[in-house]
């Protein structure tokens, strides 16, 4: 997998988590300051098996890690949209 394919996939699932904390801010608060979030999702094996390597590399000592596991990812959150060309 290259770099920019995995920073697109990763990215995708950060801007899901982030939509996902909005709505469940309880989530949000059993995340510890400073903690390095670790996205696994199940539906793409090779990607969670790269983000548990780099974040071995890239964590600091005493930092804390939050594996988030990801069953699925849905096409869109958008529902009755419209557009209206002017």
Request: aromatic letters at 6%.
């Amino acid at each position: 997998m290259k770099a920019q394919e995995m920073f697109l996939k990763n990215q995708q699932l950060s801007t899901e988590f982030d939509l996902y904390l909005l709505d469940h801010p309880k989530v949000a608060n059993k995340i510890p300051n400073g903690a390095m979030l670790v996205f696994l999702p199940d539906f793409d094996k090779n990607l969670a098996k790269k983000n548990r390597s780099l974040a071995a590399k890239l964590k600091e000592k005493g930092q804390p890690v939050v594996y988030v596991k990801v069953k699925g990812l849905s096409s869109s959150r958008l529902e009755g949209l419209s557009l209206e060309v002017a």
